[in-house]
Every structure is written in structure tokens, then in C-alpha cells.
């Protein structure tokens, strides 16, 4: 698709550290998606305890709301402080590993074990690191990944998901040369 005047605009990593350090995230929503909500059903599709992933997962309140209802929830975020304050906001204690596979990695897990953040880039990471998936919750990931990005992104994600799997994607659609926005 045309990007027009955003296709060479890269935001880099220590940018988005940057957003969560200063408070900067109107990207996070406080409470649950609605498109999640009404969706739901084709997500699961009849299915109970899956496991579920969320690239670039922020603070997102539905990874408790899905691991509530039994479902293993896997993310990745870059931001160390969106990952423990997705566990201080909802009261979950948690263990931090370093990830031997990666580099500075860490790996922030509910105690129940049901939730497992990685804090690294998402392209540090591999189905042989973190599994297949059944389903993943895409609200803001690839509309946040550089242009230049998308195709080793997606490829990722291919490789990341069961051939079953169920896949929501939240995305816009507008004229970049008319909206200069944060979404690519």
C-alpha cells in the first residue's frame, strides 16, 4: 500500500522507551479493546486454554482479562517499565529471568505462570524461544512497526503461530499526507 510521506520514517527503539518514560503512550487504553470484545468468538473459535500472543504488548489490560479466563498469554515489549506496570497495576507478583538466548533479554512471568513477558525487541525472537501460538491479539503492533519493517515482521509472525491459529488485527487506514500520526 502507499504510505506516501511516512514510507522512509523510522521511530527507534530508544524513542519508544522514551514515550513510556515521559508518560507519552495515548497508544495504551485502560480498559479493554471493544474490537476484542466483539471478536472474541473468532479468536477462540470454540477453543479453551490457548496460548496467546501479544507483539508489542505494552501494558495491555486484556492480557490479564484473557488469562482469566484460562488462556496462556505470551507478549513482547521493549519498555521494562510498561511490563512491570502491567503486573504492579494489576497486583500480579511475578519472577524476572534473563532469556539465554537473547542477549540483555528478560523474562517477566506471573507466578501463576500464566502470563510470560519478554522484554526485548520482537525481532530477537523465535518459535524455538517462545513456542507457537493459537491465537494473537495484534491492536497496535504492526501499525506501530516502521514501514521498512513489515515484511521481516510478518514473516515473524508466521513463523510464530500454529497452523490453526487465529489472528486479529486492528488496523487504520488513511492518508498519511493528510495525518501526520504516530501510526504508520
Not at 19 to 43: A, Q, S, T
Not at 146 to 163: F, G, H, T, W
Amino acid at each position: 500500500s502507499d504510505i506516501g510521506s511516512q514510507k522512509d520514517r523510522v521511530v527507534t527503539e530508544e524513542e519508544w522507551l522514551e514515550k513510556w518514560e515521559m508518560g507519552n503512550i495515548g497508544f495504551h487504553k485502560e480498559e479493554g479493546h471493544p474490537l476484542l470484545r466483539k471478536y472474541l468468538d473468532v479468536l477462540l473459535n470454540g477453543r479453551s486454554g490457548l496460548r496467546i500472543f501479544f507483539p508489542l504488548c505494552g501494558k495491555a489490560v486484556e492480557m490479564k482479562w484473557l488469562a482469566d479466563m484460562g488462556h496462556s498469554i505470551v507478549g513482547v515489549e521493549i519498555s521494562e517499565q510498561a511490563v512491570k506496570e502491567f503486573f504492579s497495576e494489576h497486583s500480579l507478583p511475578y519472577c524476572e529471568e534473563p532469556v539465554p538466548e537473547i542477549s540483555g533479554a528478560k523474562m517477566f512471568q506471573s507466578t501463576s505462570g500464566n502470563i510470560s513477558l519478554y522484554c526485548c525487541s520482537i525481532y530477537d525472537l523465535s518459535s524455538s524461544i517462545v513456542g507457537k501460538f493459537d491465537g494473537v491479539w495484534d491492536r497496535g503492533a504492526l501499525v506501530a512497526v516502521n514501514p521498512c519493517d513489515r515484511q521481516c515482521y510478518a514473516s515473524l509472525m508466521i513463523s510464530l503461530v500454529e497452523k490453526n491459529s487465529s489472528y486479529l488485527l486492528v488496523t487504520v487506514s488513511y492518508d498519511p499526507n493528510k495525518h501526520k500520526g504516530e501510526n504508520f
